[in-house]
């Protein structure tokens, strides 16, 4: 058996939120966009890495996901970060820190995800 990629669906009461993190700051691509339709959806990617997102408010009410995107360069995905949207930094790990477990890591967060920037 092999997969070949994992596909997470996020929820958002607003999908705008999403798009502010995720294409303005993170700078992925939407590459299917159903933005303007009844029920809003778009996939975006970037490197590879392709997420879909959704605006359905009843599902955004349950689901409150974590990621870790994993990276070879955290500090300058940081000061990149830090110097265009500081308003996604986590404020209990904004700064890039050093973990017990050995790993290089920072956290945004917006309305609904939390996303954990690392390096090992």
Same mark, same amino acid.
Not at 39 to 51: A, H, Q, S, T
Not at 87 to 98: A, D
């Given at each position: 058996?092999? $997969?070949?990629?994992? &596909? !997470?669906?996020? $929820?958002?009461?607003?999908?705008? %939120?999403?798009?502010?993190?995720? &294409?303005?700051?993170?700078? $992925? /691509?939407?590459?299917?966009? #159903?933005?303007?339709?009844? /029920?809003? $959806?778009?996939?975006?990617?970037?490197?590879?890495? /392709?997420?879909?997102?959704?605006?359905?408010? #009843?599902?955004?009410? %349950?689901?409150?996901? #974590?990621? /870790?995107?994993?990276?070879?360069?955290?500090?300058? &995905?940081?000061?990149?970060?830090?110097?265009?949207?500081? %308003?996604?930094?986590? !404020?209990?790990?904004?700064?890039?820190?050093?973990?017990?477990?050995?790993?290089? %890591?920072?956290?945004?967060?917006?309305?609904?995800?939390?996303?954990?920037?690392?390096?090992?």
């Amino acid at each position: 058996m092999k $997969f070949t990629r994992l &596909v !997470p669906n996020v $929820f958002y009461t607003d999908i705008t %939120e999403a798009l502010k993190l995720f &294409v303005n700051c993170l700078e $992925f /691509r939407i590459e299917h966009d #159903e933005l303007n339709t009844s /029920r809003p $959806f778009c996939v975006i990617e970037k490197d590879g890495l /392709r997420i879909n997102l959704f605006q359905n408010a #009843e599902l955004a009410g %349950e689901h409150n996901p #974590e990621f /870790r995107l994993v990276t070879d360069d955290i500090e300058a &995905v940081y000061q990149q970060i830090a110097s265009t949207h500081p %308003e996604f930094l986590h !404020p209990n790990l904004n700064k890039v820190t050093l973990r017990p477990w050995g790993a290089k %890591e920072f956290a945004l967060t917006d309305t609904q995800l939390g996303i954990v920037i690392q390096q090992w």
